[in-house]
């Protein structure tokens, strides 16, 4: 998992120092990764912000078997929910982050969330 984050990272500095946008699509659920994110953010001069997502458990928990039913390139279980459910480390108050119910498909919501996550990359 190491070697993943790592050049994770080393492709998204590449893009930040052309003066790109990037998306890191992973969990980063320790918060030594997240200092890296940190970190690169930092060195290149780019803001970040860690989206918290949360679900309430029965819909995870039917989300994840109706996706085991179909074909899919993701190899998310309940299984692998559940352990990384327990060793996620807590992001703390020091830590650049917005909580998303994504559960909540309301537009009002979705505004609410999209201003906050503005809000919080670009200090407004």
Do not use: H
């Amino acid at each position: 998992m190491a070697f993943t984050y790592k050049e994770v990272l080393k492709k998204a500095e590449s893009y930040l120092k052309k003066g790109e946008n990037v998306v890191l699509d992973a969990t980063f659920k320790t918060r030594d990764l997240r200092n890296k994110v940190k970190k690169l953010a930092e060195e290149t001069n780019s803001n970040y912000v860690f989206l918290y997502c949360n679900c309430p458990e029965e819909k995870v928990k039917k989300y994840l078997e109706t996706r085991v039913k179909k074909r899919s390139v993701s190899d998310g279980r309940w299984e692998i929910y559940i352990k990384q459910k327990d060793s996620f480390e807590k992001l703390e108050q020091d830590e650049c982050f917005v909580e998303i119910d994504v559960s909540n498909k309301s537009f009002e919501y979705q505004i609410k969330v999209f201003n906050e996550i503005f809000n919080t990359v670009c200090g407004g």
